[in-house]
DNA sequence: TTTCTGACA
DNA sequence: TGTCAGAA
């Protein structure tokens, strides 16, 4: 089996723009509500000059995206954008984690094993994510000198 | 056609 | 927040 797949061509998120109108489409938030916000500080268009048509990052797509669900979970704007804003801090967290110890994943018919890679640094045992259906946890070998 | 800003039955 | 106007 393959070892290392060095996943680098990724596209780059950056290079990804969207205008007002996709961006209604998208989230469903309105363009009214989207200067609204912008208007706000919540949120903010690509830097560009004023009176211009209005140019979304990727990012920033999520950013509202997020903000939407939680106004339609019932919070305040001002609530949706501060529990928007925590979530995004997380994702490169999650990004960061997930490049350093995702080794592969071998997918079944009815489970599939996540491989973690290495515990630590004493490389004695390998975690491993277990996905059944819609129930998932974790498992921990022990690696045996012997073989391989 | 779409988007921009400003205003308000 | 929606919607309409007048301009770009």
Redesign the pocket.
């Known amino acids: 089996m393959a070892e290392k797949q060095s996943n680098e061509p990724l596209i780059d998120s950056d290079k990804l723009i969207f205008?007002?109108?996709?961006v209604q489409t998208i989230t469903g938030v309105?363009?009214?509500?989207l200067?609204?916000w912008e208007e706000q500080g919540y949120i903010a268009p690509i830097d560009q000059q004023?009176?211009?048509?209005?140019q979304y990052s990727m990012h920033m797509l999520f950013l509202i995206f997020h903000i939407q669900r939680y106004?339609k979970q019932g919070f305040t704007?001002q609530s949706a954008v501060e529990r928007a804003r925590q979530f995004d801090r997380q994702i490169p967290v999650l990004r960061t984690f997930l490049k350093n110890q995702f080794n592969g994943v071998e997918v079944e018919d009815d489970k599939s094993v996540i491989d973690f890679g290495y515990k630590d640094d004493t490389h004695q045992q390998r975690v491993y994510g277990v996905v059944e259906n819609d129930r998932t946890h974790f498992l921990i070998k022990d690696i045996d000198e012997t073989s391989k």
């Open positions: 205008g007002i109108g996709q309105s363009g009214r509500q200067r609204y004023k009176g211009t048509q209005r106004l704007l």
